[in-house]
Each structure stands twice: as C-alpha cells, then as structure tokens.
C-alpha cells in the first residue's frame, strides 16, 4: 500500500494564480482531512470531509475549495493564490472519525506564494 | 482558539536525558489524546494515545501520563536519543470529526 500520496510535492505559485493539490489514498478510508502547517502555529484543519460526495469546512477555511468526487481522492484549490497561503499542506485520512482510529498524513505540499 | 495549548516549543535534552511535553485543554468532551511525531520533510505520524480511563500508558521508552482532574497531559521520552529528535504534536478529540492540535514542541537530542 501507498498509504497517503499527495501531489505536487512543491509548487512555486505568483500572487492570483490558481492550482489544485492532489491527495490520494489506497487504503479505503472514509475520512479525508486537508491541513496546513505554519512555524509556530501546528497544525490547522482548512476542510475536511466524511465520505464521498461530502465537504465541511475546518478551521481556515477562506480561500480554499476542496472536492471529494471519489473515495480515494481529495482535491485542495487555490481558486486565487494569496501570499498568506504560502505553507506545508498536509492531507490526512481515517478509516472513520479519529477518536476511534488512527489518522495518517501524506509527506506534504511545500506551496510558496509569490 | 487553540483548544490544545503546548508547552514547551523547542526543548533541547541531552542523550540518554528525558524529554518531557506538557499539555492542556478546557473540552471537558475530548475523550481521545494522541501524540504525534514528525520529522523533518515528513508528515506527522502517530506515536502514541491515550483515553480519559487510564492514567497512564507505556510504549517503549515513550509514556503518556494523563490527570483528568487538572485537563492536562504529558509526554516523557526516557533515555532520550538523538533519533528522537523531531518536533511533537498532542492533540485532542470528542471523538468528532477532526483532531485538535497543539502548536509543537521542536526537539533536539544532543550526543
């Protein structure tokens, strides 16, 4: 198994311009969460989502669109690329609610906005 | 607000010393505290957890010890390795949706 892929590993983006973060996973999980890491502020949740076909807004939403067309994949958009995003993105997921099993994270998205 | 407050942020211990992570929470409802570890350039991956039932748990050389009384929780690594070092993550659940973390703790095991 793969466990959690995540694509691109780094990306280099200009102020207003948009791209997609790819996340997959093999293992038949449910829960599919995006994250973003800055120094000194851990790990925050941007969306999440419970199955397919479902969203939910996290903790930093703004700026962010997500879709969960399939199971084993979930997509993060930058619709218009801000300075303030430049971050690690992490994709995690679950095989249900992380209470009860163990959430696993890809190797991350190194996104620098310029 | 953070909902887990992480104490220290950079810890550095000496090889063969203990490392010890402190942290708490207001949410009388998180029933669930796993701890998490990653490296640099890596994901986080979960290294150990405990539920409000158990005071204590053990793997290894890393503990957790848990005081429900107080809301807090904490991470000792004994003889401390330069392996270890990594940054650590405590987080917290209700066993909702998604997992509440603390802002790290950065790690250095010296020789």
């Known amino acids: 198994n793969a466990g959690v892929t995540q694509t691109p590993k780094f990306r280099v983006l200009k102020t207003g311009q948009s791209m997609t973060l790819l996340c997959a996973q093999d293992m038949n999980h449910e829960y599919m969460y995006w994250y973003r890491q800055d120094p000194g502020m851990g790990l925050r949740l941007i969306h999440y989502?419970?199955?397919?076909?479902?969203?939910a807004k996290g903790e930093v939403p703004d700026g962010y669109n997500v879709s969960r067309l399939k199971k084993q994949n979930f997509l993060l958009g930058l619709e218009s690329a801000a300075p303030s995003q430049t971050s690690v993105y992490f994709c995690?997921?679950?095989?249900?609610?992380?209470?009860?099993?163990?959430?696993?994270f890809g190797p991350g998205t190194r996104l620098t906005v310029l | 607000q953070q909902q887990v407050k992480q104490s220290p942020q950079s810890l550095i211990v000496q090889k063969g010393g203990i490392s010890i992570i402190n942290c708490a929470y207001e949410?009388?409802?998180?029933?669930?505290f796993p701890w998490y570890q990653q490296f640099p350039g890596k994901g986080p991956a979960l290294l150990i957890a405990i539920r409000p039932d158990v005071s204590e748990k053990k793997e290894g050389r890393f503990t957790i010890s848990f005081n429900k009384s107080a809301k807090q929780f904490s991470s000792h690594i004994m003889d401390s390795q330069p392996g270890d070092s990594a940054t650590y993550f405590c987080a917290a659940t209700n066993s909702g949706y998604a997992l509440n973390f603390g802002k790290g703790t950065s790690l250095l095991v010296t020789p």
């Open positions: 949410n009388t409802a998180f029933d669930y």
């Open positions: 995690a997921s679950s095989y249900r609610n992380p209470g009860t099993d163990t959430q696993y």
């Open positions: 989502s419970v199955g397919e076909g479902t969203t």
